[in-house]
Nanobody, 121 residues
Framework: VQLQAYGGGLVQAGGSLRLSCAAS????????MGWYRQAPGKQRELVAG???????NYADSVKGRFTISGDNAKKTVSLQMNSLKPEDTAVYYC????????????????WGQGTLVTVSS
């Protein structure tokens, strides 16, 4: 399985960006997808996740600003990021796992390449 991520870039505080990710290969085992991020000097953290039944969860720091969506049949996931803040600056990673529990605890089966999001103040 390969995860290909798109999007990211530089945006001013208060702006918006959209990240997208598509899985290819033997994708039948994937039941949860999401986005992690890692800021300089910090641990990688789960930003948002979505299950094959479209159940979603978010980190408290992004609730109300970020929206995750997905297409279970195509194994794609997107993250709409609004009202971005400088503290959202990080490398964002698409992730996929067989269950939402594994996604949440970081037991990730597949990682995409990171994409840099920079929010200027």
């Amino acid at each position: 399985v390969q995860l290909q991520a798109y999007g990211g870039g530089l945006v001013q505080a208060g702006g918006s960006l959209r990240l997208s990710c598509a899985a290819s290969g033997s994708i039948f085992s994937i039941k949860a997808m999401g986005w992690y991020r890692q800021a300089p000097g910090k641990q990688r953290e789960l930003v948002a996740g979505i299950t094959s039944f479209n159940s979603t969860n978010y980190a408290d720091s992004v609730k109300g600003r970020f929206t995750i969506s997905g297409d279970n049949a195509k194994k794609t996931v997107s993250l709409q990021m609004n009202s971005l803040k400088p503290e959202d600056t990080a490398v964002y990673y698409c992730a996929a796992a067989p269950t939402i529990i594994r996604l949440r605890i970081g037991a990730i089966e597949y990682w995409g390449q990171g994409t840099l999001v920079t929010v200027s103040s």
